[in-house]
């Protein structure tokens, strides 16, 4: 039997071929690029609305106190910006990956090619990808869930039960944190079973101000709260107290000593040098009113055993 002879090349035959599938593949890529282009453009917005939004009843907080209540709680404009844009980059991702893989499917079928046998391949293979990346899905996910949630940011001090650090990097595989030596610490957000966050909220200060047995209690107490008062009235000292001082009483008796207890509400991690602050002007007090510290015990003798 003879070859038959190839398909004759005339211009209605071509003219039906382009008209067809190449104008059909075009048209999928353009429709493709511009629904994209679409989708991006309408995160973008959330994104700059729901900042502008957020700065906005930032600035219309009340006092000062307001304001740093509000960032300790995690409402400042700042965490909100990186929140709201590091969600806007995981939807921008999504949207080409949906968007890209449609078009790509689309176009396979104009051009006859059948998609079967190539979706059950894929299939196969993504069921046998997902078993051996079973642990970077899942950081992706516990990353994804982290982000939505706020349950920690760039800045914050948190404790991941392995290590307490500050937050310098968040992605949606690893964090970085940098421990208070200054390691770097990579560490997989599938791996976090449980985050404390000590940047959010507010913090305790707790201050144990000892005093010795025999000193009147009722006049250490009143020194100590005139103390605080004086400070809760500075300026310097307003964006920190979220309340002022309370001398909540004795804390301990023992060792020729009773302790009495200060608390003071602050700022997230202004607990610290508002404890320094107070123990050195506790100190300045007892010193003009003589009120004194508990006797220190005396040392043994160089060389002896007994305790």
């Avoid at 679409?38 to 994104?47: A, I, N, S, Y």
């Avoid at 046998?117 to 990346?133: E, K």
Wanted: proline share 6%.
């Amino acid at each position: 039997m003879p070859p038959s002879s190839p398909p004759s090349l005339t211009w209605p035959g071509v003219r039906d071929w382009l008209l067809g599938a190449p104008v059909q593949v075009l048209v999928v890529i353009v429709g493709a690029v511009v629904v994209r282009w679409l989708l991006l453009r309408l995160v973008d917005r959330g994104v700059a609305t729901a900042t502008s939004r957020r700065a906005q009843r930032l600035a219309e907080l009340p006092g000062l106190t307001g304001r740093a209540l509000a960032e300790a709680t995690g409402v400042s404009n700042a965490r909100h910006v990186q929140r709201a844009r590091t969600m806007g980059a995981v939807l921008r991702s999504v949207i080409t990956v949906v968007v890209g893989t449609i078009a790509l499917l689309t176009v396979l079928a104009i051009v006859g090619i059948p998609l079967g046998p190539m979706l059950a391949s894929a299939g196969i293979g993504g069921v046998a990808l997902g078993f051996g990346a079973q642990s970077l899905v899942k950081d992706f996910l516990s990353g994804i869930f982290m982000i939505i949630e706020d349950q920690y940011g760039v800045g914050d001090v948190v404790d991941t039960g392995e290590v307490v650090g500050t937050v310098e990097d968040v992605s949606l595989r690893v964090t970085r944190l940098r421990d208070a030596q200054g390691v770097m610490w990579y560490v997989r957000n599938g791996e976090i079973i449980r985050i404390g966050n000590k940047s959010q909220g507010w913090s305790t200060a707790i201050v144990d101000i000892p005093i010795a047995y025999d000193e009147d209690l009722e006049r250490a107490q009143s020194i100590i709260r005139q103390v605080a008062a004086d400070l809760a009235g500075e300026q310097e000292w307003e964006r920190t107290l979220l309340e002022p001082p309370q001398v909540v009483g004795v804390e301990s008796i023992g060792g020729g000593a009773i302790t009495i207890r200060v608390l003071a509400k602050c700022v997230a991690e202004g607990h610290f040098g508002l404890q320094r602050e107070l123990r050195e002007r506790i100190k300045v007090a007892f010193d003009a009113a003589g009120v004194r510290g508990p006797a220190a015990l005396p040392l043994p003798p160089y060389g002896s055993t007994k305790p």
